[in-house]
């Protein structure tokens, strides 16, 4: 009972000082105002934005590059092993608060020597030793639920770079097979240029050989040819980079297997008509900063919880024999706490609890960003959407009337009623044009991408 008492008296005491220790901020993400533009909480992600959202391009070849980098990509293989490393350092928590045995024991000779009658004798004798002892750290602070969430915490960040980079790499494959059908597209444009500035060449130097037009009307023809000619190499460096591209994401020296001219993707699918505020919470940074002032906060706590004595439980056995006349046995038995106090350090420790609750206050502030910056990115990109679809539309329009313009002028000058000026000028419109919506298709490609990876798409 009185050891019982002695033990009850020794927590009761460690106790206390946890009373004085200092309230911290509390480490919970903080409500953030959003834009009306969100919509509520609840609902289910818009196809666009769900697991799986480039299937909307239709286009089976970025299912099989999407498939190939998540087996291949080397950035996504580390963040998977880094991910694995916290698990597994996760598992190993909580060690300083188990029991820790150990065991020992010593064999040696012993001499002895004594005077009886007045004659001295020496008895030597052969003496073996074994001893365990133990020691158990007592979690009167509650240390080791600490240590769980800190590492814990560790855990959610690589979870989230891991997500991170899984996200990026659908997106940038997206970006990437849509810069491929936009060089195909270039190419194509470049072509029907080409054959454009070859049927003008053959009308000037038919009209030419009858009189009807100066010599220069076929020397001009044959420049714009070769200028349309020198954009052809251009579309094909491009093509390439985009194989080139496609290749490293997928962890590929070259890409082998894939076409090489690959059709543009149609992004009309991918609408955005909606964007629930859920996507911000599922952004990886976002999902990093709550981990984060997860940690911090469990930081904070294992700070508040050194201004605690720390209670030890200490027992050892020992037991020697030795081979003397008549035998010797020996045991000893021993078993106690040991209390280590925060006295002469106090102001050390509550300095080290100070800097943890700004370290809390900072993480708090970097959620807080990254929710108010992720909002931010969504609607710019949201605006940059609208603002090119309707630049291409525009410029469809103005691609119309350019073509129309060209057969006109065409077939002015073909009938004698109009200069080569008028038809070069018509020609040089088209291409303009032609090059400007691919501009915008490129743009739009761009900005849809933007979209996906501020929603974290997937």
């Not at 002895?112 to 001893?131: D, F, I, L, M, P």
């Not at 200069?419 to 691919?438: N, P, V």
Request: hydrophobic content about 55%; glycine content about 10%.
């Amino acid at each position: 009972m009185k050891r019982r008492g002695l033990f009850a008296a020794l927590a009761g005491a460690a106790l206390l000082p946890a009373c004085a220790a200092p309230r911290g901020p509390v480490a919970e993400p903080r409500a953030v105002a959003l834009p009306e533009a969100f919509a509520g909480r609840g609902g289910a992600l818009p196809p666009e934005m769900a697991p799986g959202w480039w299937r909307l391009a239709g286009c089976p070849m970025l299912d099989e590059l999407v498939v190939a980098a998540e087996a291949g990509n080397p950035g996504l293989a580390e963040a998977t092993a880094r991910l694995a490393e916290a698990r597994a350092l996760e598992g190993g928590v909580g060690q300083a608060f188990r029991p820790q045995p150990g065991i020992g024991g010593s064999l040696g000779r012993e001499s002895q020597s004594w005077n009886a009658a007045r004659r001295e004798r020496n008895q030597r004798s052969t003496v073996a030793t074994g001893r365990a002892e133990g020691a158990v750290e007592l979690d009167i602070a509650g240390r080791a639920a600490m240590e769980a969430r800190l590492a814990a915490a560790e855990t959610a960040l690589a979870t989230a770079d891991a997500e991170a980079a899984r996200r990026l790499l659908a997106v940038e494959l997206f970006r990437a097979r849509v810069a491929l059908g936009e060089a195909g597209q270039r190419g194509r444009v470049a072509e029907r240029a080409v054959t454009l500035h070859r049927r003008l060449l053959a009308l000037a130097e038919d009209r030419v050989r009858l009189g009807l037009a100066p010599e220069l009307d076929a020397a001009r023809a044959e420049t714009a040819l070769r200028r349309a000619e020198a954009r052809l190499p251009e579309a094909a460096a491009e093509a390439a980079r985009a194989r080139a591209t496609l290749a490293a994401l997928t962890g590929r020296a070259v890409l082998d297997g894939m076409p090489h001219d690959a059709p543009a993707l149609d992004l009309r699918a991918f609408r955005f008509a909606e964007v629930p505020a859920e996507v911000l919470r599922r952004r990886p940074d976002v999902q990093a900063a709550e981990a984060a002032l997860a940690r911090a906060g469990a930081a904070r706590d294992l700070a508040a919880a050194d201004l605690v004595p720390r209670v030890t439980l200490a027992g050892n056995l020992a037991v020697g024999a030795g081979l003397m006349a008549g035998g010797l046995t020996t045991a000893l038995a021993a078993l106690g706490p040991s209390v280590t106090l925060p006295v002469l350090d106090r102001d050390i420790r509550l300095a080290r609890v100070a800097a943890a609750d700004a370290v809390v206050e900072a993480a708090l502030a970097r959620h807080a960003g990254r929710v108010t910056e992720g909002a931010a990115e969504i609607r710019r990109g949201l605006a940059a959407v609208a603002a090119v679809r309707a630049e291409d539309a525009a410029l469809g329009r103005a691609q119309d009337a350019a073509r129309r313009a060209g057969q006109r002028a065409e077939a002015a000058y073909r009938a004698g009623l109009a200069d080569l000026s008028a038809t070069l000028d018509a020609a040089l419109a088209i291409s303009e044009i032609d090059l400007a919506r691919l501009a915008a298709g490129r743009a739009e490609g761009e900005a849809v991408a933007a979209v996906l990876t501020a929603a974290a798409a997937g």
